[in-house]
């Protein structure tokens, strides 16, 4: 474990609701202004329109579309085979892109008007409960002392849900689409209007582990990932094989394999070590420390890497490398000159137990 001594106040337990830090990392929104008022917000709503599949461009869809089709013809050229059915080809290809956009972790259908409404309104602190908890959305009743209650149908991770014990942050414009932001955390959750369901009773999340749940939901979503682009590869296979049926068919595919899967390995590098998040959280105990940011620049996905230095109770120094920290955690870390650290070895998870602040650093 780095870090010099423990004692009775610098470990907290992890579970949800931190018992050495009562305040939390991330100060309540204010309701004030329009939301991009606050900068880290600011960040993510620039980031949230250019990150995952959602907000893909037409062009970037037609530059798809277009290279699965040459790839295809290449293909049929080389292979001898005359007269490929390259309209079946550039619709099913086509089909899949747009497919994406349906499967769960897009929000293509929700994204849109909830950018305009962050960058002109402002939160409202509203009453909130959550009624039904799901993997990719949930049902979330809110209100507030000027209106009746409200069931929204969030798109939410379980660990950000589980934060929401009575109060939650609302923007909401004219029409069914929402923003909901929860304690503990800057990150906007898109929501639309349902019609009530009657009486509901209450999920109860006060046993809920946020930080495993956390390094759970971060790892899993790696997995998701390289998970859709096997089934795609599979399904470029299958249609490739009843269309153009060709002795080569296995070795092109295993190509195309080949350079999908190593386009995303590079892509996600920085993101990679996620996967050891789980294991890395129940190491042992969180030690508190004194935490000084490097400069850092945003991606795409709203993570960045970054450098903090650390001080310990007993004086040590130490320095700790995030390779994938994400936005929301990296605000949290200047705000409160402070961070949590649990693990040993070159590896460790950094973060604020109790809270879906979590990242992997080497030090």
């Known amino acids: 474990m780095i870090g010099g001594p423990r004692d009775a106040t610098a470990t907290a337990s992890d579970h949800h609701g931190v018992s050495a830090t009562a305040e939390s990392p991330v100060p309540a929104p204010t309701t004030a202004v329009p939301a991009t008022g606050d900068p880290t917000t600011a960040i993510l709503h620039w980031l949230w329109s250019r990150r995952y599949r959602s907000t893909t461009t037409t062009s970037a869809v037609w530059a798809t579309v277009i290279a699965a089709t040459l790839f295809a013809l290449a293909m049929s050229l080389i292979t001898d085979v005359d007269d490929p059915p390259l309209p079946v080809v550039a619709a099913v290809c086509n089909g899949l892109v747009l497919l994406g956009y349906l499967l769960p972790g897009g929000n293509y259908l929700w994204l849109r008007s909830g950018l305009d409404q962050v960058r002109t309104r402002g939160w409202r602190t509203v009453r909130a409960r959550v009624l039904r908890a799901g993997r990719w959305t949930a049902l979330v009743e809110v209100v507030d002392d000027s209106a009746d209650p409200l069931v929204l149908s969030v798109r939410i991770d379980p660990a950000h849900l589980a934060m929401i014990t009575d109060t939650a942050y609302l923007i909401r414009g004219r029409g069914r689409w929402a923003v909901l932001r929860v304690p503990g955390s800057r990150e906007m959750f898109l929501a639309k209007v349902k019609p009530s369901s009657g009486n509901m009773s209450t999920v109860d999340f006060s046993t809920v582990d946020v930080t495993a749940r956390w390094a759970k939901s971060r790892r899993d979503a790696i997995f998701w990932l390289f998970g859709q682009l096997a089934v795609f590869l599979v399904a470029v296979l299958v249609v490739v094989a009843i269309a153009m049926p060709s002795q080569y068919l296995l070795v092109w595919w295993l190509v ?108």
């Open 256 to 363: 195309l394999v080949l350079l999908t899967g190593g386009g995303m390995a590079i892509g996600l590098r920085f993101r990679l070590s996620d996967v050891t998040l789980p294991e890395l959280v129940r190491a042992g105990e969180w030690v508190l420390a004194g935490a000084a940011l490097s400069a850092w620049t945003a991606r795409r996905d709203s993570t960045a890497s970054a450098t903090a230095t650390l001080r310990f109770a007993d004086g040590t120094v130490r320095t700790v490398v995030m390779p994938a920290a994400p936005v929301d955690l990296l605000a949290a870390i200047t705000d409160s000159s402070s961070l949590w650290v649990n693990g040993s070895g070159s590896r460790v998870a950094v973060g604020f137990p109790g809270y879906p602040l979590l990242a992997v650093a080497r030090t």
